[in-house]
Structures are given as structure tokens and as C-alpha cells.
């Protein structure tokens, strides 16, 4: 069974850090791309970052030079690192991995977590 647990979120100040784990499970996801989206009261869900099988990494336009993701093979684990956080970043806060499986590739999603952020 794939899962994927993410943690970390919580209420942070404006201008603060916060950094999202996201744990998977029932396979080993280095040769997968993983990524977040988000989604916030109101809105269609958005994304956020994208880490491809090249390695290669992708940004929304809105968390461009504040926002890292990168991985850890060896813990089978995959991060968001937010810097200089602001209140338009309120939302859930998902991780995805990209699976080939019976025949396909589909998208595994873990749970969310919320990220608050205050003025």
C-alpha cells in the first residue's frame, strides 16, 4: 500500500519559516517525482512545487525564491522548506508522488496539512 503522511504545518508569523515533510511508504520514491499543491479557503487548489524524475524543480510564479523543495532518498522522504511566509499562504498544504502502476501513471496524495499564517 502506497501512503504518504505529511507534518510540520502549523501557525506561524508573517515573515517566519516553516518546513513540510512528507513521508512515504510501501515503495522506495527515488526514481519517482513528487511534488506539493495547496489549496485555501475558497479557492481551486493551486500549484506549488514540483521535484521530476530529472531532478529537475518547478515553482509557482507566487513562492519563487522562497520556497525550496528537495528530497532524501535514503529516508524515502520529500520537504518543503517556506521562507519569508505571508498570509496569502493559508491553505492545506498536500504532497503527491507520480507512480506507474497497472499500467499507468497516477498520482498518490497524502492527507494535508495546514499551514497557518498570521499578520
Known amino acids: 500500500q502506497v501512503q504518504l503522511v505529511e507534518s510540520g504545518g502549523g501557525l506561524v508569523q508573517a515573515g517566519g519559516s516553516l518546513r513540510l515533510s512528507c513521508a512515504g511508504s510501501?515503495?522506495?520514491?527515488?526514481?519517482?517525482?513528487m511534488g506539493w499543491f495547496r489549496q485555501a479557503p475558497g479557492k481551486e487548489r493551486e500549484f506549488v512545487a514540483a521535484?521530476?524524475?530529472?531532478?529537475?524543480?518547478d515553482y509557482a510564479d507566487s513562492v519563487k525564491g522562497r520556497f525550496t523543495i528537495s528530497r532524501d532518498n535514503a529516508k524515502n522522504t520529500v520537504y518543503l522548506q517556506m521562507n519569508s511566509l505571508k498570509p496569502e499562504d493559508t491553505a492545506v498544504y498536500y504532497c503527491?508522488?507520480?507512480?506507474?502502476?497497472?499500467?499507468?501513471?497516477?498520482?498518490?496524495w497524502g492527507q494535508g496539512t495546514q499551514v497557518t499564517v498570521s499578520s
Open positions: 503527491y508522488v507520480n507512480v506507474f502502476f497497472a499500467g499507468a501513471w497516477r498520482n498518490y
Open positions: 521535484l521530476a524524475r530529472s531532478r529537475r524543480t
Open positions: 510501501g515503495r522506495t520514491f527515488s526514481n519517482y517525482a
